[in-house]
């Protein structure tokens, strides 16, 4: 049975199984050299079907550990210290190998941030779609290449007949992303997950390849999760967002309501900063910076791991254990300004 | 009255001015044995005055790292001339440069390629000193410590290793190699770009703090139009080699009468409207 744990705390819940269940998970890196890294500390996130969920946070938050823990992909220097993953009932964690590699691909697939290195230079890229439903779907050849080019069609490719024998290099940055969005969902998978997916496009392709992967998510009811570093591209993407900080999940809720009223200190500064009115041309105003730095992750402390550069730090911030909490109906926050 | 106290200002100095700057390129194609010539920019022309940041934006591709290459002389322009101080340093030979190199600094874009991975931050502050023969060894020490505090890193850190320290605090040690010399120009290629929002916000305000206590010149390339619009005086937009819009930022960005202007505003107000649906407490 799923231990539900901290996640009893949603009292009006809709009674919908979750699609992947991530429950209190740690990860350290060189857990046994003199310097291990805690990337994840205890981090609680619920995946529900068919829905759009991103996760903000900057570089060191663990969003990508997180990414990779969902396919049970990390480095073989990484340790899993406690929690479990659930997907459709399995636990994650717990599977051989052999049944992970039927996972991959076909039911949770990855849409990799830089598909310039993800793509085979040396293989048309067509046949590199084929290939993710060789290894998955029993089909014949000729059945498979009509499914290949269908997919093209999906993600926008006008003449996929004419894509498929490209090879990368003849392809733009834009359609080099359609590809891999393409191989992606290739196995219909209930899960994909985009880890900057956009992050290297520029704005106006970033808003096509957003509005792509919305599409398909609500076409085929597949969940996505949204990794990025900017609250700008999850803001009119996502349905709910998690903001990490320092391998903890620190806020998460409905997308709108965290835009709104941000409760976390770190979220609120974020919003602030994601604010970029061209009013302010020409005004040479200083940005209203967090200062300091993000913990290194190497010591891991009591208290709030955001506390010494929180503009409203207390003395309980640094002196007890934090506790998540409620304070609003579905966004909860780990913050002790909301009682602890 | 204004006019009052504009006239007790000293007259404000030109630092740099470029006219009729060209470059181009050969490209040899490996397939058919025959090179092409490509324009990177043309007939380019600017001038930044002392204390005031000139921002050149474009899409990539645009021209605006050829020129800032040719502006801190790492290329040689086809043509034009540039002025730095009211010398033209345009076709100066590396010996003639020497003298002039220290006017003129660069932070690029990926600050851990641009640090030798086997110095300590006091290393990376003092190599343009050194080079320069500025100083006995002591006095190098004590500056490079004067500049980490000036940036924001604590002097204790003076004997760690570059790549022991965070992109944002690399940034900051890139910043201050570029002080060494207490250069007149400080060319910015891409400066922010790779860097998370709150590690942005905080080069960008020691930008604007330097730029008051140095009265430091600035060349800042980027593609984000929002973050430079705020703290540069003048903007030049680049497309195809080419400046096709350029003045006071406010005006840039208000009239936007060239195509290429306008999608950068537009871009940039895509990403507001997503906010603003959202009703974001900014």
């Not at chain 1, 990490?244 to 919003?271: N, S």
């Not at chain 2, 050194?130 to 604590?154: C, D, F, P, T, Y």
Request: charged share 25%; aromatic share 6%; glycine share 6%.
């Amino acid at each position: 049975m799923v231990n539900w744990g901290r996640y009893m705390n949603f009292p009006a819940q809709p009674a919908t199984e979750a699609l992947a269940l991530v429950h209190d998970l740690s990860v350290t890196y060189a857990p046994d050299s003199d310097q291990p890294v805690r990337a994840l500390d205890h981090a609680s996130l619920e995946i529900r079907p068919g829905e759009l969920l991103g996760i903000l946070g900057e570089s060191g938050s663990g969003k990508s550990t997180l990414a990779a823990a969902l396919l049970k992909l990390l480095p073989s220097d990484a340790r899993y210290d406690s929690g479990t993953i659930h997907f459709r009932g399995r636990d994650l964690l717990a599977l051989p190998e052999s049944a992970l590699r039927r996972i991959r691909g076909a039911e949770i697939a990855l849409i990799p941030q830089d598909p310039a290195l993800a793509l085979n230079p040396v293989i048309r890229v067509g046949d590199q779609i084929a290939e993710v439903l060789r290894a998955h779907v029993r089909m014949t050849r000729r059945d498979r290449r009509a499914r290949v080019e269908e997919l093209l069609a999906e993600v926008g490719f006008g003449h996929p007949r004419t894509i498929y024998p490209a090879y990368p290099h003849q392809l733009s940055g834009g359609q080099r992303q359609r590809v891999v969005i393409a191989q992606a969902v290739a196995c219909r998978p209930h899960l994909v997950i985009a880890d900057e997916a956009t992050s290297k496009l520029d704005a106006s392709l970033q808003a096509e390849i957003i509005a792509l992967m919305r599409q398909i998510s609500q076409r085929h009811g597949m969940a996505f999760v949204v990794i990025s570093h900017d609250p700008t591209v999850l803001a009119g993407f996502v349905d709910r967002l998690a903001v990490m900080y320092a391998g903890r999940i620190v806020e998460e809720g409905r997308t709108e309501d965290i835009f709104r009223r941000p409760l976390h200190p770190y979220t609120q500064a974020l919003v602030r900063l994601s604010a970029r009115y061209l009013s302010n041309a020409g005004t040479r105003t200083r940005f209203p910076a967090i200062d300091g730095e993000p913990p290194t992750l190497t010591t891991v402390g009591i208290g709030c791991p955001f506390a010494p550069r929180c503009p409203e730090k207390m003395q309980e911030c640094t002196d007890q254990e934090l506790e998540e909490t409620t304070p609003r109906h579905s966004q909860r926050v780990s913050c002790f300004k909301y009682g602890n | 009255m204004e006019t009052d106290a504009n006239a007790m200002k000293p007259p404000v100095q030109s630092v740099l001015r470029v006219s009729g700057l060209s470059k181009s390129y050969r490209r040899k194609s490996a397939v058919w044995r025959r090179s092409d010539v490509v324009v990177a920019v043309s007939e380019v022309e600017f001038e930044i005055f002392a204390g005031q940041m000139l921002a050149l934006v474009g899409s990539s591709g645009s021209g605006k790292s050829t020129v800032a290459r040719c502006v801190t002389r790492l290329e040689k322009p086809d043509a034009g001339k540039i002025w730095l101080e009211g010398n033209d340093i345009a076709q100066l030979n590396s010996r003639e440069l020497r003298f002039l190199r220290p006017k003129i600094q660069m932070v690029f874009q990926d600050a851990a390629t641009s640090m030798n991975p086997r110095f300590t931050a006091a290393e990376v502050i003092e190599e343009p000193l050194r080079i320069q023969n500025q100083g006995a060894k002591s006095a190098r020490r004590a500056r490079a410590k004067e500049l980490m505090h000036e940036v924001g890193l604590s002097p204790q850190w003076a004997d760690r290793y570059a790549m022991d320290f965070s992109g944002g605090q690399r940034q900051r040690l890139a910043i201050a190699r570029a002080l060494a010399l207490k250069p007149t120009l400080l060319v910015l290629d891409e400066a922010f770009s790779g860097l998370d929002l709150s590690t942005e916000a905080q080069i960008a305000n020691l930008l604007i703090d330097l730029q008051t206590t140095h009265s430091l010149a600035y060349l800042l390339i980027s593609h984000d139009l929002a973050l430079v619009a705020r703290l540069a005086d003048t903007i030049a937009v680049m497309a195809h080699g080419k400046i096709v819009e350029h003045g006071p930022a406010a005006q840039v960005i208000a009239s936007a009468s060239h195509s290429e202007t306008r999608a950068l505003v537009e871009s940039t107000r895509a990403a507001q409207v997503n906010l603003a649906a959202m009703g974001a407490a900014l």
